[in-house]
């Protein structure tokens, strides 16, 4: 069965940076898109970064824009660089995979995505 392994969390102070990293195992194809969720506790979930592999394109939360940057290893796995750490930033950082097809905002909305990791704790003190 598949499944998404993410590593890579930790603590950090803010301004300081750190990799994420998504491993899929047991697909039969490659996805889609690729991606990267986040929940901070008391809030919901929310979009941070996707990659679509097709069409070579990213795209980014505005929260994140020009702080953070995906890039995937072909055809399933899938990398998160994050420079400039905020407090704010402080989550549970999920990988995420659509099988099939996305376009637009569907590619920022979780309910598209078909695959979940169990998350990485991604903690930025003040």
């Known amino acids: 069965q598949v499944s998404l392994a993410e590593s890579g969390g930790g603590l950090v102070q803010a301004g300081g940076s750190l990799t994420l990293s998504c491993a899929a195992s047991?697909?039969?194809?490659?996805?889609?898109?690729m991606g990267w969720f986040r929940q901070a506790p008391g809030k919901e979930r929310e979009f941070v970064a996707t990659?679509?592999?097709?069409?070579?394109?990213t795209y980014y939360a505005d929260a994140i824009k020009g702080r953070f940057t995906i890039s995937g290893d072909n055809p399933n796995a899938v990398h998160l660089r994050m420079n400039s750490l905020k407090p704010e930033d402080t989550a549970v950082y999920y990988c995420?995979?659509?099988?099939?097809?996305?376009?637009?905002?569907?590619?920022?909305?979780?309910?598209?995505?078909?695959?979940w990791g169990q998350g990485t704790q991604v903690t930025v003190s003040s």
């Open positions: 047991g697909l039969t194809s490659k996805p889609w898109a």
């Open positions: 995420a995979a659509i099988d099939y097809y996305c376009s637009g905002s569907g590619c920022y909305d979780e309910i598209e995505y078909d695959y």
């Open positions: 990659i679509l592999w097709s069409e070579g394109k």
